[in-house]
């Protein structure tokens, strides 16, 4: 949908009761000519999932929508950003005034039933999916990953089952660098030694190879084309962000950056969102290369933007956050932190969630940046935290892994790993799976709060992981891509 509904007749002002705005909603949704399964997938695609059940249950009025299941939707329905205020406001004064508004409480007290039987649906699911997709070629459409699990940087992945046949695997990547691995269908993205390298997720085996020059940042595959940095300019004359084909390797396009991009891109809205270290975040369309808009910082951009709903959040050196229409740059809000902000921060049900190298969490309301809480373990962060909705997983230089509640920052628990932890913890299946300056990996069970496995490389893990196909896919300052059992620890070594 080009054109955005017309709304300016929807009293939302005016809105006391459930019945009234779930009209308004059935309203927005007629107009913009969208049908149940259409109105899910927009959310998925803009990192906020509402299912299709839940959508019909919605739009029929009978389930009072959660906050940011009501801003996803409608956000899915083509309402801009300027206007999802009126919209929340009206949510608020029904929950108020109304017990069929979910009350805070409750919703604390369920959420984490919630998201365990959303885990458990969505395991199903994927392992219907996947065992189908061994015996046939992958499906037609749209297919996205990112660094951090998408563009709203969670760091939480489907679990997902093992191939019948696989095997753990190594591959030499060159060298060390902190480009973290970025799985997409049967292919591992990973920068090393002077090169992007393509890797068949399956058996290690490499695709392809494109020169890019020093590749830290990871890459955003969506569709067939694959985006990333390159931080060399000393070799190459000039830092750029490209655009590969997938399946050939071959360039697409490139545009040239005034510093290196350690950044990794963000891909939503057919456009590229990638912060560069002369304080730059560029906006690029996604086909050509060319700039759409590009914002100014306060200080080098190294963290990699989130996009949610149509806004762009990055994090600068000189230590703010700063919200931006994804649209034209336009500043939604801005809000000065504690330190340097070189971490990426996961937005997840309409708050966003970000550490700061002074050794602070903080959750801010994604619409408005105030802050809802704060957590401050008094030890550095050098980390993104990862955030399944219920719980927030941060860890720390000093080698700890705490586990705060989402909703409140109260710490549930703390895991002592041992050894300084530079790597972003994610998420899969229960499991919290974390890089330390060790050489290790370790696989946190998040109920028991025990390790489940440790796997020892043979240089320090400062990357990120990934997790797919029931395999955890790192890099290490060895030089090596390793591919581990996510359930055992198994691997090539």
């Known amino acids: 949908m080009d054109v955005p509904p017309h709304t300016g007749d929807l009293d939302l002002s005016a809105v006391t009761d459930a019945d009234r705005l779930h009209a308004l909603l059935r309203t927005l949704q007629a107009r913009a000519g969208l049908s149940y399964r259409e109105v899910e997938s927009r959310t998925r695609k803009a990192g906020h999932h509402v299912s299709k059940s839940n959508v019909a249950e919605i739009l029929k009025g009978n389930r009072y929508p959660r906050r940011e299941s009501l801003v996803a939707i409608v956000e899915a329905c083509g309402v801009p950003p300027g206007e999802l205020t009126d919209w929340v406001r009206a949510w608020e004064r029904v929950a108020a005034a109304s017990h069929t508004g979910p009350e805070p409480d409750e919703l604390v007290k369920s959420s984490r039933q919630e998201a365990e039987r959303i885990v458990a649906e969505a395991r199903l699911e994927a392992g219907a999916i996947l065992e189908a997709a061994w015996r046939r070629a992958e499906p037609p459409g749209e297919r996205t990953a990112m660094f951090r699990g998408g563009p709203s940087r969670s760091g939480t992945y489907a679990p997902g089952i093992k191939p019948p046949s696989w095997r753990p695997w190594s591959f030499n990547a060159i060298g060390a660098a902190s480009s973290s691995p970025v799985v997409e269908g049967r292919t591992v993205f990973l920068g090393g030694g002077g090169y992007l390298h393509a890797v068949d997720a399956f058996t290690g085996e490499e695709n392809w190879r494109y020169q890019a020059g020093t590749v830290d940042s990871s890459a955003a595959v969506v569709d067939t084309s694959v985006y990333v940095g390159s931080g060399d300019g000393f070799i190459f004359g000039a830092w750029y962000v490209h655009s590969i084909d997938r399946h050939t ?90 330190g340097p902000v070189a971490a990426s921060a996961a937005v997840v049900q309409g708050t966003v969630y970000v550490s700061t190298y002074s050794g602070r969490t903080y959750a801010m309301d994604a619409l408005t940046g105030l802050l809802h809480w704060s957590f401050a373990p008094d030890e ?77 490389t043979g240089g320090a893990v400062r990357s990120t992981p990934s997790a797919a196909h029931g395999i955890v896919y790192l890099r290490s300052d060895d030089g090596r891509l390793y591919a581990i059992d996510a359930e055992t620890g198994a691997s090539a070594l």
């Not at 989402?406 to 703390?414: I, L, M, Q």
């Not at 974390?434 to 990996?441: F, I, P, T």
Request: aromatic share 8%; proline share 7%; net charge negative.
């Open 249 to 338: 390797g071959k360039s697409r396009w490139r545009f040239a950056t005034d510093g290196p991009v350690l950044s990794s891109p963000a891909v939503a809205g057919g456009a590229v969102h990638v912060g560069c270290e002369d304080g730059r975040l560029w906006t690029l369309d996604a086909a050509t290369g060319d700039p759409r808009w590009c914002y100014q910082s306060d200080g080098p951009v190294t963290s990699s933007p989130a996009v949610v709903h149509g806004v762009v959040y990055m994090g600068s050196q000189a230590g703010h956050l700063t919200a931006l229409d994804a649209r034209n740059g336009n500043v939604c809000w801005t809000v000065p932190m504690d």
């Open 380 to 456: 550095p962060i050098n980390s993104s935290p990862a955030v399944d909705g219920t719980s927030v997983y941060v860890t720390t230089c000093e080698g700890n892994l705490w586990c705060l509640d989402a909703p409140t920052g109260r710490p549930y628990w703390k895991h002592e790993v041992g050894a300084r932890l530079d790597s972003s913890p994610v998420l899969a299946g229960g499991i919290v799976y974390v890089g330390s300056a060790d050489g290790c990996v370790y696989a946190i069970d998040t109920e028991t709060r025990r390790r489940r496995w440790r796997m020892q």
